[in-house]
Each structure stands twice: as C-alpha cells, then as structure tokens.
C-alpha cells in the first residue's frame, strides 16, 4: 500500500532540508513524538539506526528507523519498522521559483496478511494525517522565515 503528499513551501530549499532533516525538530511536525534515540551510525547517515517513541492516547509504542538513502537538499529515504508494520517513507525536496520549495512525502508499506486488510480500511485516515504532518511542516517553516 503506497500513497503520497505533497505540498509547496515558501522558504528556500536550505531552510526545509534542515527542518525537515534535523531529528530535534520532530517533536514540532510529527504527530504524538516523544523522543528519539540514535543507535547506531551518525544521525541521519546511509545505515544508521534509530529508535523513536511515540504516543496516540493512552498507547505508546517504538518505531525502529534505519536510513537508506541521504541526497542533501534533495531526499531523505528511510525504512521504519513498528511491530510487524514495515514502511518506507520518501521524502523529497525540488527547489521553486521565487524561494518556494516543493516536498512530497511517500509511503509506502510493506504488508501482509491480516494487517493488509486493516491498512486499506484505514488508508483514507492515513493520507489525510500525512497531509496534516506536511501542512504543519509548512506553518512552522514558514512562520521561521
């Protein structure tokens, strides 16, 4: 199950990177972030591990993340894993005309049976939250300008 987001942000592409790549910043954009602990690797380097918590109500719960792909100013490309969920999650910067900068995000989840079935029933709410995480990405990095 894969779907994408995207949005343009009014800031140059050098101000969005940073936001988006700098981990002390998830607690501002990602929904329900606790912490974050590094594992292994160098923040944000090709290979490092990383453990984030957090919480949705009265559940917490351990993302494992591990980074595959870094191409600065131009994607960040990473492998999450919850239970038995796994994800890749793109994201991907394009510099605009007149200091905007273009992100979209995609995921992409590799599942299996039975969660498959719970996923499509849930795809809606998912996109829609995904959008929410990039629209508050954009308030925060424009109200930074």
Same mark, same amino acid.
């Given at each position: 199950?894969?779907?994408?987001?995207?949005?343009?942000?009014?800031?140059?592409?050098?101000?969005?990177?940073?936001?988006?790549?700098?981990?002390?910043?998830?607690?501002?954009?990602? #929904?329900?972030?606790?912490?974050?602990? &590094?594992? +292994?690797? +160098?923040?944000?380097?090709?290979? +490092?591990?990383?453990?984030?918590?957090?919480?949705?109500?009265?559940?917490?719960?351990?993302?494992?993340?591990?980074?595959?792909?870094?191409?600065?100013?131009? &994607?960040?490309?990473? $492998?999450?894993?919850?239970?038995?969920?796994?994800?890749?999650?793109?994201?991907?910067?394009?510099?605009?005309?007149?200091?905007?900068?273009?992100?979209?995000?995609?995921? #992409?989840?590799?599942?299996?049976?039975?969660?498959?079935?719970?996923?499509?029933? $849930?795809?809606?709410? +998912?996109?829609?939250?995904?959008?929410?995480? $990039?629209?508050?990405?954009?308030? $925060?990095?424009?109200?930074?300008?």
């Amino acid at each position: 199950m894969k779907f994408t987001n995207e949005i343009v942000i009014k800031s140059p592409i050098a101000r969005v990177w940073h936001f988006a790549y700098e981990t002390g910043n998830l607690k501002q954009w990602a #929904d329900g972030f606790l912490s974050y602990e &590094q594992i +292994s690797g +160098s923040i944000r380097e090709k290979g +490092s591990k990383s453990i984030h918590t957090y919480q949705v109500g009265a559940i917490m719960y351990l993302v494992t993340e591990e980074t595959l792909e870094v191409v600065p100013y131009k &994607q960040l490309k990473l $492998l999450q894993q919850r239970s038995r969920e796994i994800c890749e999650v793109e994201l991907f910067f394009e510099e605009k005309s007149g200091n905007e900068t273009f992100v979209r995000m995609t995921y #992409d989840f590799k599942l299996r049976f039975p969660e498959k079935i719970l996923y499509t029933l $849930l795809w809606p709410y +998912s996109k829609i939250k995904t959008r929410k995480i $990039l629209e508050k990405m954009k308030v $925060l990095v424009e109200n930074e300008s």
